[in-house]
């Protein structure tokens, strides 16, 4: 072989190479029709998280909401002036006012029903443009022994974050579970201004 060629074929066999790693590293490129079905696998830590909080949610005893205020990115002045001049609480993050909020029977066992769901909840895809985490509502629960675990959801990024006394977990809403988050906890919006109570997903 002609040692002037060396170069290209190394060049060439380098590209196939990155060809087949790439194909099969992102497979969704390749095959668009499949990103929907692509749907990560969440790793062991995160799936004891998920079911110590379901089983703590199982049993709770007492079930609460809170509305979290405007966007701390997107809505900055509005965000502030709330977040000064309002009654507000401060879990975690995320700032929320501090009105407790009852759901009706009816509504607190579809929000059961949602978190026991597994399709609820998507392995964590990483970041997205849409300002950062920001706390819309959230949901906290009493079990009989008096822990709290705690359920924070983004509608405009569509994440989750879960806390516990022995878990925590960042994840991402199926679309299924965040349209119908939405559609349950809009009806018990009361503080935060009406145009700025939900960004949704683009």
């Known amino acids: 072989m002609n040692r002037s060629n060396l170069p290209v ?3 060439i066999a ?11 590293a992102f497979p969704q490129f390749y095959h668009p ?6 749907v990560p696998v969440f790793e062991a830590a995160e799936i004891a998280a998920l079911l110590e909080f379901r089983k703590a949610q199982s049993t709770s005893t007492r079930i609460e909401i809170y509305e979290g205020l405007p966007h701390s990115f997107w809505e900055t002045d509005s965000y502030e002036q709330q977040r000064t001049t309002a009654n507000v609480r401060k879990v975690q993050e995320n700032h929320f006012y501090a009105d407790k909020l009852t759901p009706s029977k009816t509504d607190a066992s579809i929000l059961n029903t949602l978190i026991l769901n597994p399709q609820s909840f998507v392995k964590h895809q990483g970041p997205k443009l849409c300002g950062g985490f920001h706390a ?3 949901i906290e629960w009493e079990s ?3 822990e709290r675990h705690q359920l924070h959801l983004c509608f405009g990024c569509g994440e989750a974050a879960i806390y516990g006394p022995k ?3 960042h994840c991402e809403l199926s679309n299924n579970a965040d349209s119908r988050f939405q ?3 809009s009806s018990y919006a009361k503080n935060r201004p009406p145009d700025e ?6």
């Not at 590209?15 to 790439?22: D, E, H, I, P, R």
């Not at 029709?33 to 692509?38: A, L, P, Y």
């Not at 109570?197 to 683009?202: A, G, H, Q, V």
């Open 9 to 11: 074929t190394w060049i």
């Open 14 to 24: 380098g590209l196939l190479v990155a060809s087949v790693c790439w194909y099969f």
């Open 33 to 38: 029709e499949d990103r929907e079905n692509q």
């Open 136 to 138: 819309d509502w959230l």
């Open 144 to 146: 009989p022994s008096g």
């Open 167 to 169: 878990h925590q977990l």
């Open 183 to 185: 559609l349950i906890l």
């Open 197 to 202: 109570r939900i960004i949704r997903r683009k």
